[in-house]
């Protein structure tokens, strides 16, 4: 069975402050992809990145930063100086290489305040 | 161009009334999914066809009928709505089935039942 399990359910935080969100996922699968998707305020589903599990060499995209460690089965999110465009729901998802769907954590909401 | 697209985007309808909501990607994928979104923001695999062919049928009333006329195209069909269908429902696709493929998705279909 698969899981993921994003623990922290809402994070508020002051603009140009920087926000880590928390991913961690149990699978049985040697062969697994993780995503991050973003889902602003406006509804749509934005996907940001896909990692599979034979790398873990860090990402960086502009002011987003992934951090996967399968270690301790996490793939955590950073945003470095946050922007109140950042505001939005953020869902972890993970799908084995045989797999058919996504399986989505119940999502992080971002609120960065000015 | 948008990469998938449903409609209508909003939807209002009455219980027991049969709606549907349409779905099309011009990414030339062969596999589209159905997600539904509940009111707690919960993401979970609907309905998978890859070229047409049926998948996945997750553990989904027989009020809901998946139609594929084309690989671009999958519809969904809701017969006899009931207050619980109430949710968003995305329409995304992947180049192929399987954890390697980013799954881009649409912008989602806000289903009111009252």
């Known amino acids: 069975a698969q899981k993921v399990t994003q623990a922290q359910t809402e994070i508020s935080v002051v603009e140009k402050e920087d926000v880590t969100l928390d991913c961690v996922y149990e699978?049985?699968?040697?062969?697994?992809?993780l995503f991050w998707y973003k889902q602003p305020p406006s509804g749509e589903l934005v996907f940001l990145i896909r990692?599979?599990?034979?790398?873990?060499q860090n990402e960086i995209s502009g002011r987003y930063s992934w951090n996967f460690q399968k270690s301790t089965s996490s793939f955590n999110f950073t945003i470095t100086a946050s922007q109140v465009v950042d505001s939005a729901v953020y869902f972890c998802?993970?799908?084995?290489?045989?797999?058919?769907?996504?399986?989505f954590g119940k999502g992080t909401s971002l609120l960065v305040t000015p | 161009d948008t990469a998938v697209s449903q409609t209508p985007k909003y939807l209002v309808t009455q219980m027991g009334n049969d709606k549907s909501i349409k779905c099309e990607q011009n990414?030339?994928?062969?596999?589209m999914y159905w997600y539904k979104q509940d009111s707690k923001k919960f993401l979970k695999i609907m309905f998978s066809?890859?070229?047409?062919?049926?998948?996945i049928n997750e553990t989904v009333p027989n009020r809901f009928s998946p139609k594929s006329p084309d690989k671009a195209h999958l519809n969904l069909h809701i017969n006899s709505l009931e207050l619980g269908d109430s949710a968003v429902y995305f329409c995304?696709?992947?180049?192929?089935?399987?954890?390697?493929?980013?799954?881009?998705f649409g912008e989602g279909s806000w289903l009111t039942v009252v």
């Open positions: 990692r599979n599990s034979f790398d873990e």
């Open positions: 990414l030339g994928h062969d596999t």
């Open positions: 066809y890859n070229n047409k062919e049926l998948i």
């Open positions: 998802a993970l799908i084995s290489n045989s797999g058919y769907a996504l399986n």
């Open positions: 995304a696709s992947s180049q192929l089935t399987g954890g390697g493929n980013t799954i881009y």
């Open positions: 699978t049985r699968d040697t062969t697994y992809y």
